[in-house]
């Protein structure tokens, strides 16, 4: 029997990866999560009556009740997720992010090690970890060039490097005590789940409240924007295919400037809510959602860009993302304009 353990389950990708891992594969999945605000239930709702899947309430750098979950689990393979991820949050306050990136991957992998110590040698060599970490922690790019799995690292925000630290533990379990990690490192995420203070989600519910859409600096600031679903896809490719001690860069294919991305959320929205008819627009005098854009100062220490060669992920997994920017954000918008009680449940619970 495959046993997924998910930490971070409860939270964006992670929930939309135990809805992958469910549909996609036999295995149980036990998710190990905090609940802090970034993690909700809810996100979880539609699957908590699976008879494969679990949830545990824990903290990653609890070591006493992660190895309580090992112990009544017996993982096959764990994927952490769990992390503090906001940029400008890390900023505010890093504490948070070194507790939980840095400390709580560490113990998760001293855990691991001792797990795989007591096991027969198949279910040892069965045994995975993968690391989901973040394309942020190779900096920051000029107007050219792509970061590869051997761009040299160099974190720019308290969450990057936190999350470079990780990725160095992570690297050095595999070398020193030869558990058989994997790590990815992918762009920027979108899609359902998003917690609602990121950029897409923030544009698409400022926007359909009649509020100002708040845009960084010259807002020529560029992503390469990943749907989340593609995401797990490669996540779960990489688990399954990918060898163990290598990273892997997964992204989407879809640089564009945050200017670009707002404006068109406005047209996907102006598709299902016409602004003529949203009465918060009309209260305001405001016929086009675009009038809605407004400059605000710069995040400090905003990286300028960032874009994935992903080539080895398709090579070596077989993985390439299925959706392109149109349709993963026609179906996020779609999903942000049907699931408005969802976002009122997230945030109240904040
Ligand atoms: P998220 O903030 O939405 O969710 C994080 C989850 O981790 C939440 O459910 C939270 O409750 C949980 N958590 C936080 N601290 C914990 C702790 N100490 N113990 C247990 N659980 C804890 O994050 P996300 O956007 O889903 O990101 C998931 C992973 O992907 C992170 O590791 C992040 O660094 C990485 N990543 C995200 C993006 C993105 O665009 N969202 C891009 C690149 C990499």
């Known amino acids: 029997m495959t046993t997924l353990l998910v930490t971070g389950g409860a939270g964006f990708i992670g929930c939309n990866f135990v809805r992958v891992a469910l549909e996609r594969t036999d295995a149980r999945v036990v998710v190990l999560d905090k609940l802090t605000y970034a993690g909700s239930l809810e996100n979880l709702r539609d699957v908590s009556d699976d008879a494969r899947f679990q949830f545990v309430r824990a903290d990653i750098a609890d070591r006493t009740a992660v190895e309580q979950v090992f112990r009544d689990h017996t993982p096959t393979a764990v994927l952490n997720f769990a992390a503090e991820s906001h940029v400008d949050r890390s900023i505010d306050g890093p504490d948070a992010f070194i507790h939980t990136n840095v400390v709580g991957t560490f113990v998760l992998l001293e855990v691991a090690r001792h797990h795989v110590a007591r096991l027969g040698a198949s279910d040892r060599d069965r045994f995975r970890f993968l690391h989901v970490s973040t394309d942020e922690v190779y900096g920051s790019l ?41 790590t990815t490192n992918c762009s920027n995420n979108y899609g359902p789940y998003h917690f609602p203070e990121k950029m897409i989600p923030l544009m698409i519910l400022n926007a359909l409240d009649g509020e100002r859409l708040p845009i960084y600096g010259d807002g020529r600031n560029v992503r390469d924007w990943l749907y989340v679903e593609d995401h797990c896809e490669g996540i779960l490719a990489a688990l399954e295919r990918g060898r163990p001690g290598e990273k892997y860069n997964l992204g989407g294919n879809n640089e564009r400037t945050n200017l670009e991305i707002v404006d068109r959320i406005c047209s996907e929205i102006e598709k299902l809510v016409p602004a003529a008819g949203n009465e918060a627009l009309r209260a305001k005098g405001i016929d086009a959602y675009t009038q809605l854009k407004t400059f605000v100062e710069d995040r400090p220490g905003h990286d300028r860009r960032y874009a994935i060669d992903a080539r080895k992920a398709r090579r070596e997994l077989g993985w390439e993302p299925r959706h392109d920017l ?5 179906r996020t918008v779609e999903w942000f304009v049907a699931n408005r009680d969802w976002c009122e449940a997230v945030q109240r619970g904040n």
């Open 326 to 330: 149109d349709s993963g954000l026609a």
């Open 142 to 182: 000029g107007a050219t060039g792509l970061f590869r799995e051997d761009t040299p690292y160099a974190p720019n925000s308290p969450y990057s490097a936190s999350k470079a630290g990780a990725d160095h533990l992570v690297r050095a379990y595999f070398h020193t005590y030869g558990l058989a990690t994997l």
